[in-house]
Each structure stands twice: as C-alpha cells, then as structure tokens.
C-alpha cells in the first residue's frame, strides 16, 4: 500500500511539473512617443525548463482589420511551437499601418526604437540579427519585408504570407490613401512605399527570405512578381505557390512552414 501510495505521489508530481512547464504567454504595453496610445503586444515564451538558454525571436504580423490578438486566435498550436522549436514570438498590433511611418503613426519608427529594444530588454532573447525573424500575413506580409529589408541590421531572416507586395495596383483599398494621400496626387511617396521598389536594396545572402500565396489570392499576382524580381536580381529565397485563398485556413498552415525554415536557418 505504502509502495503504491508513493508511486502514485510520483505520478502526480510529475503531472504537476509538465503542467506547470507548459510555455507562457503575456500581453503587455509599450508606450511610445510614436504612437498615441500604448501598444498592446502579446507574448509566447517557451516553458520554464528552458530558462537560463537565448532563444530566437519570431516578430509576427496581422493583416488589415486584425490585432494582437489575431494569430493566436486562429492558430492554436503558438505554445507548442514556441516549446518545440524553443523561439520567442512576438505579436504587436499592427493598427491598419501598414507597417510605415505615416502622419497618422510612426510603425516602424515603434517597431526600431521601442519594441525590438523592450522584447530584447525584458526576455531571454538572442539579440543577433541572424537569430530574428519577422513575418506576417497581408498587410503583414508586406510589413515584414518592409522592415526587414530597410533594417537588416535587425532581422536577418524575413517572410512574407499572402501579402501585399506591390501596393501600387490598390490604390482605393485597405485604407493606405488614408496614410499616404492619392495615388494620382502623391506617386512619388507610393513608388517609396511598396515593396517592390525595394528589391535593389537586398544584398545576395543578406536576408533569408520564404514567401508563399495561395494560387486563389488576390496578391498572387504580385508575389509571383516580387518572385521573379528575386530572381532577376539573383536575390536566394525560398517561393511557394500553392492552393488556397486569403483566408485564415491557408494563414494557419502557412505559418508552419515559416517557423520550420527560420529553425531551419536560425545559427544554433
């Protein structure tokens, strides 16, 4: 009885311990002086067994119309992830930026000065380049490569799911003549703010890139021409065209594959 009774206090702790050890996630604020209000970001972290170690940081983007909170809500399996591969993913609200400094925010101006800064200050990450990433869907998807590109100082892997890679052909959508006026009025300020344009910029080798886009999208058009700028350029990047829409079920699959090339090229 005595033998059994241990056993199973054993058991018990043992529940105990992979209960408890599960990975952690917070939402937090970041006041900015380039915001208006505080910025809510949430965070997973894996669990506790791993404390002492520098993990990679995974920097991940909504799409228009999305939060904080949208991945998580449609993807389940973000604190497996970040115990499986032992990564750090950050999720910041990308209020209908579109990931730039505007009049209206300073995006990327938050995402330099306040978030990397405050994530690398207040969690075990690796502060390398080569061991961030940041990637996103949609609007996101043009907002990683977008900050990636111009700072490669602080990602050295980038990807892009679905996204909008070539703003010029949307010039009445998703509220970007709200930040950077008419299209017909401001071309300039466009041609300087789509993705696109900022291909001559990446150096061969300086940024592992995936992209990918459902063949139903209505970005296939652009990524497979960003594709082949890419290429043109002689720029190495992993493109994937495969079925699906602009929808969350393609966003939910898609991203496991992102995780598994930046594992796959993260230094460890």
């Given at each position: 009885m005595t033998m059994l009774r241990n056993i199973l206090m054993i058991i018990s702790a043992a529940i105990g311990i992979i209960g408890c050890s599960a990975a952690e996630t917070d939402t937090i604020q970041i006041a900015s002086p380039h915001l208006v209000t505080p910025m809510k970001v949430m965070v997973v972290s894996p669990k506790q067994e791993f404390y002492g170690e520098k993990f990679p940081s995974v920097y991940i983007l909504n799409g228009h119309g999305g939060n904080h909170t949208s991945w998580m809500s449609n993807q389940k399996r973000f604190a497996e992830l970040a115990d499986h591969y032992k990564m750090i993913f950050i999720f910041p609200d990308g209020r209908n930026s579109w990931y730039w400094d505007s009049k209206k925010m300073k995006m990327e101006s938050f995402f330099i000065n306040d978030l990397v800064p405050y994530i690398d200050s207040n969690y075990p990450t690796d502060p390398r380049p080569q061991m961030r990433a940041v990637t996103g869907l949609s609007m996101g998807g043009h907002g990683a490569l977008w900050l990636a590109i111009r700072h490669p100082d602080i990602w050295g892997n980038a990807g892009s799911i679905s996204g909008g890679l070539d703003i010029r052909p949307f010039p009445d959508n998703w509220n970007m003549k709200q930040l950077l006026g008419e299209k017909n009025a401001n071309p300039k300020v466009w041609e300087?703010?789509?993705?696109?344009?900022?291909?001559?910029?990446?150096?061969?080798?300086?940024?592992?890139?995936?992209?990918?886009?459902?063949?139903?999208?209505?970005?296939?058009?652009?990524?497979?021409?960003?594709?082949?700028?890419?290429?043109?350029?002689?720029?190495?990047?992993?493109?994937?065209?495969?079925?699906?829409?602009?929808?969350?079920?393609?966003?939910?699959?898609?991203?496991?594959?992102?995780?598994?090339?930046?594992?796959?090229?993260?230094?460890?």
């Open positions: 300087e703010h789509t993705v696109m344009n900022l291909v001559p910029q990446i150096k061969p080798g300086q940024t592992n890139i995936i992209i990918d886009c459902g063949t139903d999208d209505v970005f296939t058009g652009v990524n497979e021409e960003f594709h082949r700028a890419l290429l043109e350029k002689g720029i190495p990047h992993d493109y994937t065209s495969r079925p699906g829409a602009h929808n969350w079920d393609y966003w939910c699959n898609s991203i496991l594959y992102h995780l598994l090339f930046f594992n796959e090229h993260f230094p460890r």
